[in-house]
């Protein structure tokens, strides 16, 4: 079975400052996928950003850009120039054979004018 | 709009009457799931379904919880005699294949239960 943690319940960060959100996992797969989702107040699930397990090389969307550590079983969200926008719950995920991912807590960011 | 589409959005019963979720996938996807979000926390998996087939079950209850997924028609969720703890997100999500790396998931039908 597989375990997320997602050790920030809440973080705040200034507009146009830079936030690291944190995720750490447990799996057994050896291929996988990882992924961030954000979940505004609309509670659409909106995929940030993906990563595969087998690339050593960063994943890479805009302003967001992730961290990951396979060995150390880890797995960051960062954000650039926060925006307005950004302001939501961020929920991280790797997936086991079959599309079916596990969820982290989550983490509500929150940002400041 | 090519996406996943759920209805109804909002779904209000009364405990023991029934709840009935249904989803239709992005074009061409085969593949179904379902998640149930509580408040508060992150979704979590419920059952995995290619067409008229259940491939993964394995979150959901035990009792009163069924989906189904046809060869025509949109995946269903059923939930019989509901209870209070039911009242949550149910989203649905598609995908072309299995182990694609890319799901696509509907706005979610919120269930409240009086």
């Known amino acids: 079975a597989q375990t997320v943690t997602q050790s920030q319940p809440e973080m705040s960060v200034q507009e146009a400052e830079t936030v690291t959100l944190s995720c750490t996992y447990d799996?057994?797969?050896?291929?996988?996928?990882l992924f961030w989702y954000k979940q505004p107040p609309s509670r659409q699930m909106i995929l940030v950003i993906r990563?595969?397990?087998?690339?050593?090389q960063n994943a890479t969307e805009n302003r967001f850009s992730v961290n990951f550590q396979k060995a150390a079983k880890s797995f960051s969200l960062k954000i650039s120039d926060s925006q307005l926008g950004d302001a939501a719950m961020y929920f991280c995920a790797p997936n086991n054979a079959g599309n079916m991912l596990t969820f982290g807590g989550g983490t509500r960011l929150m940002v400041k004018p | 709009n090519a996406g996943v589409m759920q209805n109804p959005r909002h779904l209000v019963r009364r405990r023991g009457q029934e709840a009935r979720l249904r989803c239709s996938p992005m074009?061409?996807?085969?593949?179904v799931y379902w998640y149930r979000q509580l408040p508060e926390e992150g979704l979590k998996f419920m059952v995995y379904l290619q067409k008229e087939n259940i491939i993964d079950e394995s979150g959901m209850p035990k009792e009163r919880f069924s989906a189904e997924f046809p060869k025509e028609g949109p995946s269903i969720l059923r939930i019989q005699q509901v209870v209070r703890g039911d009242s949550a997100a149910y989203f649905c999500?598609?995908?072309?294949?299995?182990?694609?790396?890319?799901?696509?998931f509907g706005e979610g039908s919120r269930l409240t239960v009086l």
């Open positions: 990563q595969e397990a087998y690339k050593q």
């Open positions: 074009k061409g996807h085969s593949h």
């Open positions: 999500a598609s995908s072309l294949g299995p182990n694609t790396g890319e799901l696509f």
């Open positions: 799996t057994s797969e050896s291929d996988y996928y």
